[in-house]
């Protein structure tokens, strides 16, 4: 819209100031008896342009707004993740951010702010990468089930996710501390296609993208399997299928 209105506000301009020379053509050739249309039309070439020029200062402004705000949003989404901790709610409040941020930045119009924001993702990617890198020892499929011993079988992980830790209600009968999928879907995308992004907390997962992590995450790969066929009640692993039946 503000880019509309500075191109109207040109062409506007431009036609003032031909309106402008023809009228002095006109009077020239006394066929205006007059040279104030002239001055007129030329006063407002002046007037039109003028406004175009702040009109491209606000865009850039605005544009310039929308940059730091992105950068920010990614920059904080980051640190909460910086010392590799697996805490269910800071995913979730990562996923927001970097979804919030991603959409700020659609507000983005200079080719200059675009080229910085691509490469400030790409370094926020990096870091990303550098946190959940597969083959740390730390990044295992029990892991992602918010337990603080990375090492558990993911069977005992899933139980444990359950259970209610220090702090927590006793009577709770069930706490779940496993990283929510949807959230690892946002980051997971950020990290790998931070093009073409829409609506991910409504989206997880396809099928085709869990195989594929097979090769690319397999700790990611194994959670996300071993969460589709079990379920973690209480401390206490079930097996989907057997729910079912």
Do not use: C
């Amino acid at each position: 819209m503000v880019k509309l209105t500075k191109s109207l506000l040109q062409v506007l301009g431009w036609l003032f100031f031909l309106a402008a020379f023809g009228s002095l053509i006109l009077y020239f050739q006394n066929r205006i008896d007059s040279i104030i249309p002239s001055a007129t039309f030329a006063a407002l070439f002046g007037v039109f342009l003028t406004e175009a020029s702040r009109t491209a200062d606000k865009q850039i402004q605005r544009s310039k707004f929308f940059l730091e705000q992105s950068l920010s949003g990614f920059d904080h989404a980051v640190n909460l993740l910086s010392d590799r901790n697996n805490d269910r709610r800071k995913y979730i409040s990562v996923a927001r951010r970097l979804q919030q941020s991603l959409e700020l930045s659609k507000n983005i119009t200079e080719k200059e702010h675009k080229i910085i924001l691509q490469i400030e993702i790409d370094r926020y990617r990096h870091q990303l990468w550098e946190i959940l890198n597969p083959d740390d020892e730390h990044i295992t499929s029990a892991f992602f089930y918010g337990v603080s011993d990375p090492s558990l079988n993911i069977d005992e992980a899933a139980k444990q996710s359950s259970l209610p830790k220090i702090g927590e209600p006793k009577d709770r009968i069930s706490s779940i501390h496993s990283l929510s999928s949807k959230s690892l879907f946002v980051i997971w995308n950020f990290m790998e296609f931070p093009e073409n992004y829409a609506d991910p907390l409504h989206n997880t997962f396809s099928q085709e993208q869990i195989e594929a992590l097979q090769l690319q995450h397999k700790p990611l790969y194994e959670y996300l399997q071993h969460k589709h066929k079990h379920h973690s009640i209480a401390g206490k692993l079930h097996k989907l299928l057997d729910k079912e039946q």
